[in-house]
């Protein structure tokens, strides 16, 4: 069997995106009423002996262990050993022992944790994570709630060509729209409307995937995407352009900075006008998350609000039409 042990332990155990463990913190408490800055803490994973998962996960946690186990083991072999024996993928969260951790995944069946090039389909097989809390132990878990390791997406950017680092937010949020959807990213003979379009990352990437672009707002794109061929401009408030004067779209997009009850107002506007099948919206924070506002977003059939790894304080909305 090998020196190992495995236990299976209480709760759950939550990584919070890198940098974010306040807001994780801040997260659980105003929107779950529970404090779980005490909990015991591996870096920037929480874990929470007496939290009961029901399916409703922190939006600020990038990777949730749902079942998680402690596993004692002797050597880097047993640790690959004890993984192996529960199911074959598993990625790592290292805040410690990063050689120690190195090792043991280097004798686990192979998984990709190298940076991604856009587009890409995130697997549909499970992944667990674990994760070193010292050089005998570690907290594993087969069940988490991403099929991405440790939860995890990271482009490989192109630092030359995008009016701004905006660019991967829209680049995430279509890989993750496919992945829960099932939906086809926008292409050749898709027809976008991006409100606040300014300077132009979101609609970069949609002309470069053979999008026609309605952009919109009151300052200029760049040169390249005012020249584009794809791109359609118009200076004006993009919010108060009504559905029946603009027509059908595919696909709506929204990065505008705004406060979320005037985002709500326009998503519902656009949804009941039947003239759009799917948006991706960046809800934008102002001060106190209005955790009742965030729900209605989530409440809107067919969708989905998911904080992302391009994301800072915000959080994003993703609505696709169901393929009925």
């Known amino acids: 069997m090998g020196n190992y042990s495995i236990k299976e332990i209480s709760g759950c155990a939550f990584l919070s995106f890198p940098g974010m463990k306040e807001l994780l913190f801040s997260e659980c408490s105003g929107r779950f009423g529970k404090d779980i800055s005490s909990s015991e ?9 007496d939290c009961v998962s029901d399916g409703v996960m922190p939006y600020w946690s990038r990777c949730t262990m749902l079942k998680p186990l402690l596993i004692t083991f002797e050597s880097v072999s047993d640790a690959a050993n004890a993984l192996k024996s529960i199911q074959r993928s598993w990625a790592p969260y290292s805040y410690t022992l990063f050689r120690r951790s190195s090792l043991i995944q280097d004798k686990l069946p192979y998984v990709n944790l190298k940076n991604r090039d856009f587009p890409f389909d995130i697997p549909n097989t499970p992944i667990g994570l674990y994760t070193l809390t010292d050089e005998h132990t570690m907290i594993a878990s087969a069940l988490t709630d991403s099929n991405l390791p440790a939860g995890n997406i990271t482009f490989n950017e192109d630092h030359i060509n995008p009016p ?13 729209a496919h992945h829960f959807f099932g939906v086809e990213m926008p292409g050749v003979g898709s027809r976008c409307f991006e409100a606040g379009a300014c300077p132009g990352g979101w609609t ?6 053979g999008a026609r672009v309605f952009a919109v707002d009151r300052s200029p794109l760049v ?8 791109v359609t401009f118009q200076a004006h408030d993009a919010f108060t352009l009504k559905p029946e004067a603009l027509g059908e779209f595919d696909w ?3 990065d505008v900075i705004c406060y979320p ?16 099948r799917n948006m991706i919206c960046t809800i934008k924070m102002q001060g106190e998350i209005n955790w009742s506002l965030v729900h209605k977003f989530a409440s ?4 989905r609000v998911v904080h992302l790894n391009y994301n800072k304080h915000e959080l994003t909305f993703i609505h696709c039409a169901s393929k009925s």
């Open 204 to 209: 970069w990437v949609l002309a470069n995937l």
């Open 300 to 303: 809107i059939p067919d969708s």
């Open 41 to 49: 803490q591996y870096g920037d994973l929480v874990y929470v002996p």
């Open 261 to 276: 009850e005037r985002l709500y107002e326009w998503v519902c506007m656009w949804l009941e006008s039947k003239k759009v």
């Open 223 to 230: 040169d390249a995407l005012m020249n584009n061929p794809l």
């Open 252 to 254: 709506i997009f929204s």
């Open 164 to 176: 701004s680092r905006a660019y991967l937010k829209i680049q995430e949020s279509l890989t993750l």
